[in-house]
Nanobody, 114 residues
Framework: QLQLVESGGGSVQAGGSLRLSCAAS????????MGWYRQAPGKQRDLVAI???????NYSDSVKGRFTISRDNAKNTVYLQMNDLKPEDTAVYYC????????WGQGTQVTVSS
């Protein structure tokens, strides 16, 4: 079982920045994709950003131009740099790593006040 440890969440004012990190531990043959989802109270979990092994990244329309995903394959770590945060970004952010199966982190809270 792959374990994902997330960090970097917290509370910021609108316009601020945060950087999320997710370190994967355990046996990893190949991480085909690493990324981030988020879920606000009463809403479903939605994709924020994801990066394939090739380095190609995809973002949801709501975060394009503000968020940047990156990964360090040697450290089995994925990052999410979040700039110009808005109140609608408030959610629990979940790390996602796909090997031969989907793996999920425990989630880290991001709160953006106006």
């Amino acid at each position: 079982q792959l374990q994902l440890v997330e960090s970097g969440g917290g509370s910021v004012q609108a316009g601020g920045s945060l950087r999320l990190s997710c370190a994967a531990s355990g046996s990893i043959y190949r991480a085909y994709a690493m990324g981030w989802y988020r879920q606000a109270p009463g809403k479903q979990r939605d994709l924020v950003a994801i990066m394939a092994l090739s380095g190609i990244a995809n973002y949801s329309d709501s975060v394009k131009g503000r968020f940047t995903i990156s990964r360090d394959n040697a450290k089995n770590t994925v990052y999410l740099q979040m700039n110009d945060l808005k109140p609608e970004d408030t959610a629990v952010y979940y790390c996602y790593v796909r090997t031969v199966v989907a793996n999920w982190g425990q989630g880290t809270q991001v709160t953006v006040s106006s």
